[in-house]
Structure formats: structure tokens, C-alpha cells
């Protein structure tokens, strides 16, 4: 998003001698190239470095905002398809055949961004670890296993693990195994100074698939849905927030809904699906092993 508002910048022939009354004439033009608060924040941060003064009109901001919630809303209302290389049992059989002992593909990645619903920014950060029952207000005692160091957190507050994988050993072991190999095989997703990665080269590989990286995480909690067996929508609901780590007050889109993934194929059975079962064979993960 800075290289938007530097490109922005150019094409206009903008200037830091402008006066604000000037520059706010093109404020409106630039909201429309920028998808989200995030993407203001780094174009606001951008033309400040470039020594313009901050531009701030309270009104475009409102009606920029109230764009971007219509057009979400009109993108998760939409039916998609999930391409049937991407169906559940499919992704399921190819996590199953990973070699950790290799490196990781691109399909390797692509495969576990979606046992996890990540997004592509949170990949090289995410933790995957076990707690102990606790009294602090996050903690869920139907739930041992939590996720931190994604960037919607931000007071990095763990959510519970819920995903596709019921195993979360392996879930830990195969997101531990792509971010060991980010500097050699997935550099784009390194963050940039701005906070930014690279998702052209994801999006690159899922073009014949007809779906971008933002799908992945759709498709993932899709998939977390029929595996833990939603089968009423206020259930299905809290699945899809659980799985893509929402607060649990917060309302989740009904996507799960909309996708054809022929929902009422049962959800193949999957060993090691209880967590005490687990503890019990491994013993306690520290933190320290991450």
C-alpha cells in the first residue's frame, strides 16, 4: 500500500510545498485505491516520509469506511465455489502424505494455511501451543490448545485452536516445519519495513484454481466446520469464529453457508481426535519448545 501512494504521488505531480487545502483535493481519489485501515495507515505513513503533512478529512474517512463494510458484506453474501482440488478430503490426504523431513512446497504451504484459516501476513508468526487450566478471562476449559502472534490480536490475547487438523501436535508440527523454511523457499512472506508481505506469488500459484489467498482462509473454516461436526447454524457460527480466531462475541460472516463443498459428505474419521488423549501420550508441551 506505500508503493500506492508513492505511485499516487507521481501520477498527480504532488508536492510537499502544497498547501492542505490543495492536497485534500486529492484525498478522496486516494481512499478509493486503498482497500482497508491498514492500507491508509502505510499510505498515511508513506507521504508523511515523503514530507507531506498529514491529510485528514473526518467526512471521506466516514464514508470510505462505510464503502469497505458494504463491499465486504456484498463479497461474503457471494456463492463461490471451493475448487475440488481444495475439497476437505483431498487437502486431508495430502497433509497426511507431508514429509517434514523434505522441504516444504508451495503446496505444502497452501495446504496448511488452510488447516489453519491463516492469513498469509501471520504465517511466519503464529504460535500453536498447549495451557494449563486457568482462571485468566481467555482461557476456555474445553479447549488446551491456543493460538498466538497473529496480527489481528494485538494484545495477543490466545484464542483457541480449532481448525480442519483435530490433532494439534501435528497441526503445531507442520506450521513449525513451513516457517522454518520461510527464508529459503517462502521468503515473500517476510514482512517488508511497512509490515506488508508478498502475496503476488501465492496468488500466482492459486490462479488456476480460480481463487485468491483470501480464499484459503474461508475454505479452512469451512472445512473446521464439517470436521467438528456443525450441524445447527448457531453452532456452525461459533465453529467459524473459532476457527478463524475471532473474538467469540464478535459476529462471524456466514460464508460456511454459501460455499459448495458438499457439506453433507460425512467428515472422514481422524485417530487422535481427543486432546486428553494426546496429553496423555506426549505428556505437556512447554512453551519453550516453539
Keep these: 500500500m506505500s508503493k500506492v501512494a508513492t505511485n499516487f504521488v507521481n501520477q498527480y505531480n504532488l508536492t510537499p510545498q502544497m498547501s492542505i487545502a490543495e492536497l485534500s483535493n486529492y484525498a478522496e481519489e486516494l481512499v478509493k485505491h486503498l482497500k482497508d485501515a491498514k492500507a491508509r495507515d502505510h499510505a498515511r505513513n508513506r507521504i508523511q516520509k515523503l514530507g507531506f503533512k498529514a491529510i485528514y478529512d473526518p467526512d471521506i474517512t466516514r464514508r470510505s469506511n462505510k464503502e469497505q463494510a458494504i463491499n465486504q458484506e456484498l463479497r461474503e453474501d457471494e456463492e463461490y465455489d471451493c475448487p475440488e482440488f481444495f475439497y ?3 487437502v486431508q490426504k495430502r497433509l497426511k502424505d507431508c ?11 497452501m495446504d496448511i ?16 501451543d498447549y495451557y494449563k487450566p486457568s482462571n ?6 474445553k479447549y488446551s490448545w491456543y493460538c498466538t502472534g497473529y496480527a489481528k490480536n494485538k494484545k495477543d490475547e490466545p484464542r483457541p485452536l480449532v481448525s480442519m487438523e483435530k490433532d494439534p501436535l501435528l497441526a503445531r508440527e507442520l506450521l513449525i516445519w513451513i516457517q522454518k523454511a520461510i527464508p529459503n523457499e517462502f521468503p515473500f512472506l517476510i514482512r517488508d519495513k511497512d509490515g506488508d508481505v508478498n502475496v503476488h ?9 480460480g481463487i485468491s489467498s483470501s480464499y484459503l482462509r474461508k475454505i479452512g473454516s469451512d472445512h473446521a466446520i464439517i470436521i467438528h461436526e456443525g450441524k445447527t447454524r448457531s453452532k456452525c457460527n461459533r465453529l467459524c469464529k473459532l476457527a478463524l480466531r475471532y473474538k467469540i462475541n464478535r459476529e462471524a460472516s456466514d460464508h460456511y453457508s ?31 519448545d516453539n
Excluded at 99 to 105: E, G, H, Q, V
Design 88 to 90: 476437505l478430503e483431498n
Design 99 to 109: 514429509n517434514i523431513t523434505n522441504s516444504p512446497t508451495m503446496q505444502n504451504l
Design 113 to 128: 494455511m488452510i488447516m489453519l484459516s491463516i492469513r498469509s501476513a501471520d504465517v511466519a508468526n503464529l504460535c500453536v
Design 136 to 141: 485468566t478471562d481467555w482461557y476456555d476449559p
Design 201 to 209: 506469488p501465492i496468488n500466482n500459484f492459486l490462479a488456476i484454481y
Design 258 to 288: 454459501v460455499m459448495n463443498n458438499r457439506l453433507n459428505t460425512p467428515a472422514p474419521k481422524q485417530e487422535n481426535s481427543e486432546v486428553e488423549d494426546i496429553i496423555d501420550l506426549y505428556g505437556e508441551i512447554s512453551d519453550d
